[in-house]
RNA sequence: GGAGGGUUGGCUGAGCGGUUUAAAGCGCUGGUUUCGAAAACCAGUUUCCCGGAAACGGGAUCGGGGGUUCAAAUCCUCCACCCUCCGCCA
């Protein structure tokens, strides 16, 4: 949600950063809403304080107070429910480091890091691998559960927890606290992070008892602070969560339907970091920063890209993905996203910090970014770390948590 | 799933229809005092919205929504959450 007087004020740059995310909002008409309610509120505000004024001492004259609120009460409340509707309806506008583009084909490849591994044998894909070692089984998957579910096994499994740790133990040198999150949300917990307006599609909900499972653990992260005021100086608070995640793929029919690159459930170890305004753009490079030590700490090749204007989300105002070099299909897949909302989910959830000089409370920003998805950084490893004999290599920083160099 | 009891400001805790201002204590901030500090004393201290350059003025806010009333923290109602006991349970 964007601050009603930052709109009042700034109505054209509003008008020109929601054109730039591909967005159609009728600003005037918000406008015009802001004035009709503001000129309510004025009117029944000024009767209510006649009235409090005359207490006991003019029943009769209160009583007429009384009944003139009532009649107007229901206008201001319905000017007020449509203007905050379109006000949830206004994505967050993105910064001016976002290159402004239609859809995905226009993002920028800012650069490739890492060497790509050379292999001297023909080489395959990490499904081909997976069943081969029995550590992926999609098929069983598919009888108990139906499609793009799958059973991590044996050795696959044992690096799922490596690369927990691996994330864990790496963040924690940057004071992000750990945590394991609900997976389920009250529903005004999950609009108040933004995805339910133009993503409730994607999510999946459980009727009867009224509660989302999260696509990610930001969407619990995020509203784990809600509706408090942090002190400045223990900003940035800054978490990895470790949870399940899990997405209905429900626009994604026929695409990616083969192996566990886009499934129903995966883990993911995830960051996020509520930060002071000021700071949100050196966060934003942190949480970058940190997604591509990973990467470097498993050897890995990847590049980095910057999300252009038309492929943002409703919250992020700036995204960057990195997509992993997967030889055994010949190209970059996504694999980790950082996204800064600014201050676009703080005020749909009420979280503030207190500004040390002016004493006021002031709305926090907020930050993600992915550590693991679980699941892809196995196809990611599985593919790159692949040997002629159909084994894979451990990722040396890994192996000393899996105890084992090689699965096969 | 069943039966009871709760939810008041940063915290503890009173108030259960009407002195427009939510008692008191603790904490916090500022001041007086002091060589400095502690103590003491004085003042301030929820959050949100509207108007205003500001000072300030107005309104709302006692878990949340709705209702009764000229007037609700207080009465009615629905909901959420917490606690205790019973049942089930990793």
């Given at each position: ?7 009042r004020?700034?109505?054209?740059k ?5 054109a ?22 004025q ?5 209510r ?6 207490g ?36 967050n ?7 402004t ?24 894909d990490?499904?081909?691998i ?14 108990v ?19 927990v740790?691996?994330a ?43 509660l989302?499972?999260?696509g990610?653990s930001?969407q ?29 793929e ?23 970091s ?13 949480l970058?920063k ?6 470097q700490l498993?050897?890995?090749p ?19 993905d990195?997509?992993a070099w ?17 201050d ?9 910090y ?7 409370p002031e ?20 593919e ?14 890994l ?10």
């Amino acid at each position: 949600m964007l601050d009603i007087k930052f709109i009042r004020q700034n109505p054209e740059k509003v008008k020109e950063g929601i054109a730039r995310k591909q967005a159609k909002i009728d600003i005037d008409r918000i406008l015009e809403l802001d004035e009709k309610k503001r000129e309510y509120l004025q009117k029944i505000e000024n009767m209510r304080s006649e009235q409090n004024k005359l207490g006991k001492d003019d029943i009769v004259k209160a009583k007429e107070i009384k009944e003139e609120i009532k009649k107007l009460e229901p206008e201001l409340e319905n000017t007020d429910k449509e203007l905050q509707t379109l006000l949830r309806k206004i994505p967050n506008p993105p910064l001016n480091t976002v290159p402004t583009g239609k859809d995905d084909t226009e993002n920028i490849v800012l650069r490739e890091e890492g060497k790509k591994p050379e292999f001297n044998f023909p080489i395959k894909d990490y499904m081909d691998i997976g069943e081969k070692l029995d550590i992926i089984d999609t098929q069983r998957a598919a009888k108990v559960s139906g499609t793009r579910f799958g059973y991590i096994k044996g050795g696959a499994a044992m690096l799922e927890f490596a690369l927990v740790n691996l994330a864990m133990e790496t963040l924690a040198k940057e004071n992000f606290v750990p945590v394991v999150p609900p997976i389920m949300l009250k529903p005004e917990m999950m609009e108040g992070m933004g995805y339910v307006e133009r993503g409730a599609e994607e999510i999946y909900y459980l009727e009867k008892d009224k509660l989302y499972l999260v696509g990610t653990s930001e969407q619990s992260i995020g509203v784990m602070h809600s509706g408090e005021i942090f002190e400045e100086k223990d900003l940035p608070k800054r978490y990895a969560g470790f949870s399940t995640c899990f997405r209905r793929e429900a626009g994604a029919y026929g695409k990616d339907t083969k192996g566990i690159l886009r499934v129903h459930q995966f883990d993911k170890v995830e960051m996020f970091s509520f930060c002071h305004p000021e700071k949100s753009m050196e966060e934003h490079q942190l949480l970058l920063k940190m997604e591509e030590k990973l990467m470097q700490l498993l050897e890995l090749p990847y590049r980095v890209i910057n999300i252009c204007t038309g492929d943002l989300g409703d919250p992020a105002a700036a995204k960057y993905d990195i997509e992993a070099w997967l030889p055994g299909q010949n190209q970059y897949r996504e694999t980790h996203s950082t996204s800064n909302c600014t201050d676009y989910q703080a005020r749909r959830l009420n979280i503030k910090y207190r500004d040390s000089k002016t004493k006021k409370p002031e709305f926090v920003y907020t930050l993600n970014g992915t550590a693991f998805a679980i699941g892809r950084m196995l196809i990611a490893i599985i593919e790159n770390y692949q040997q002629k004999d159909g084994s894979i290599l451990v990722p040396k920083v890994l192996q000393k948590y899996t105890g084992f160099k090689k699965i096969g």
